[in-house]
């Protein structure tokens, strides 16, 4: 599998800087969200063709990394 960062991308034209698969405008937050409402990987690739499952993958990998890093200060 590829690093997420070859896969999820951040600019600010783009869903106002939120991170983002390869520019094709669907965010980390609205993968996990999907996830969180109970679609399966295959309901979300169902649904939405754009995306691969080393997609989601990486929008996975880049939610725990950044939740690994987060500290409560």
């Known amino acids: 599998m590829k690093h997420y960062s ?3 991308t951040i600019n600010p034209q783009i869903r106002f800087g ?5 520019g094709v405008r669907i965010s980390v ?4 969200g999907w996830f ?9 690739l169902a649904d939405y063709s754009e995306l691969n499952e080393e997609d ?5 990998a880049y939610a725990a990394d950044r939740e690994h890093k987060l500290k409560i200060i």
Request: with cysteine; proline share 4%; net charge neutral.
């Open 6 to 8: 070859e896969i999820i």
């Open 18 to 22: 939120k991170p983002c698969i390869r």
């Open 29 to 32: 937050y609205d993968i996990l």
């Open 36 to 44: 969180a409402s109970g679609m399966s990987m295959n309901d979300i």
């Open 56 to 60: 989601i993958k990486a929008a996975l």
